[in-house]
């Protein structure tokens, strides 16, 4: 469902056309129709949309002022251009577009949009003034034209309160054609220090209706808040040059945002992020999202299911699904007993050392809200210098899985014997079969894993999309689902032997990845150097569930297509007054910047 606002409208079509000797004309310039309008995905913002219509195709400039202050944030595109508005933009020019560009392209029925916050029953003059110009350049004899457009908006239309004095528009547009409920969503959003007094406190998320445009607060949770203050100082670049006027940067604050969105199959849906109210009362969201203890032993519960972290590590220690209360999954059969062990190396005749082996000898950092609940240690490998690795864990409500982030980063060269990611250990008796997506079989192999003998290793692809282990007594499931992977090296090229991924089995049963492990190839005890340089990342989504049906994993397969295609996240934000109307930028070397003497053509 469309809907545009009506206003009343009052229109004067005599401009005047001013030349650079001074002298003036009468010129038509028309606007042909004028509208308010909601959020939509292809405009995420309340705002007005005009068509006009020059007396001859120009070469063009535009700048509206509302209520006599000039706003920024104007869009112009050719008026045979159109954009499906229940999609995200494909086209925009920002502030530097402006300010660096030289467009030739010729107008005669221009469409122009601008931001503009609109409030119920307020009256507002629209003046919109268009520079005639013969080239993209300006020069003294370019022509000005306007038209003033009076537009009073309806009474009794709902929008959000206005002691909140600005907001951000955030698009979301679902691609996999699955209806998504509760969708945790994360973005990062930059703010200047006078606008962002309390973020935790003031930030608000609201959904914008597609039907009716109304306005529905969600749960959110903001964190991650960083402030940048230093100010440019206006010296010039370099000794000899004058002082600058325009600054190179701006004081910022930064703040990521999580919040729980809806959106339907195949569509694109707007979010309004409301901030900038100093009076603002901190707000509580209850979910099904619950942290307790103290780090690194957190216990995370929510719907589905219970988590515990080592009391040394935070390593995942136990998991236990609230549908089946007295099957717990653990390992608790080798050194440090943790479901999640790595990554980790093998520096003989040094110890074997894991990230699941630290003893509160690394760092740890905790975020605790209602949407999201993170845990996260780092430091050197135990015993490990050589080797820096991180383990981050995000919880979400409401949905059976959580996010596991691994890195490792090689600071000095070491021999390893092993270089592993990604074990995932249980003990033996809690998993009949395991079962993978396997990419050269083109197949799904299920595979008899209680009843497979000790230490065979049954070897798959390194970018196998997912895995899982399940019992077939119990009905309990446990699969990785991986979203990223990536090995890089930045002093050399990588150096893996033979990579790839497999399964285990011995008192426990164990899925993992081998980057360099020629301690299970035939000449197990040829070291392989992990070089200086390299760094190692991966992300899984780990998910408990119930076997049910003739497909015991089918829950992985609806889960694998749901979160390996996320959904898409575009920002769209109000350009401030205090942005500059032109910018410098500082180049390595001297030479053409390639916009000299750019001319393309009239098009």
Known sequence: MKLIIRVSLVLCFICFVFYGEGKEKQEALKITDIELGYPVPAIPFYHFKANLELAEASIIEVEVAINGKPIRFVNLYRGDVVEDESKPAMTHRPPSGYALSQDNTSYKTPLITGWLKWQPGEEYKIEITVRLKESAKQSENDQFVSVVATLTAPEGVHVYDTSWLSYKSVVLSETAGIRRQNEPVEVLLPFYPDEANDLKREIRVVAVDVNDFSLKEVPCQVFDIQKYTNEDDLAPIEDGQPQRHIPLWMPTVTCKLAFLADVAPKSSQVYLIYYNNDKAMAKT????LRVQGELPGLNIDNKYFSAVLHPNSGHLDQLTLKTKPDSPLF??????????????????????????????????????GPVLATS????????????????????????????????????????????????????RELMTH????????????????????????????????????YNKETGIGFAGIQLEYANASLESRSRLLNPYFYITGGPWIYWARALSLSFLSSNMQQVIPAMQGSMFTEKWAYLVYETNGDIPYQKVLDWKERLTNPLRVQLVEEVDERVSKTLIEIFMDEGKSGWEERDTGKH
């Open 285 to 288: 969201w209850q979910t099904d």
């Open 331 to 368: 390992h608790r059969m080798e050194t440090n007993g943790a479901i999640h062990w790595n990554p980790g190396v093998y520096v003989p005749p040094r110890a074997w050392t894991h990230t699941a082996d630290w003893k509160h000898d690394q760092n740890m950092h905790s975020i605790s």
């Open 376 to 427: 996260e240690v780092w430091g050197s490998l135990r015993e490990m210098p050589e080797v820096d690795a991180s383990v981050r864990y995000d919880f979400y409500p409401g949905v059976p899985y959580f996010i596991s982030t691994s890195n490792m980063r090689i600071n000095e060269t070491v021999q390893t014997i092993a270089l592993r990611n990604a074990e995932i250990v249980f003990k």
């Open 434 to 469: 395991a079962a993978w997506y396997d990419v050269i079989r083109d197949e799904v192999i299920t595979y008899d894993v209680a009843n497979m003998a000790d230490l065979t290793d049954l070897k798959m692809e390194a970018d196998v999309p997912w895995i899982t282990f």
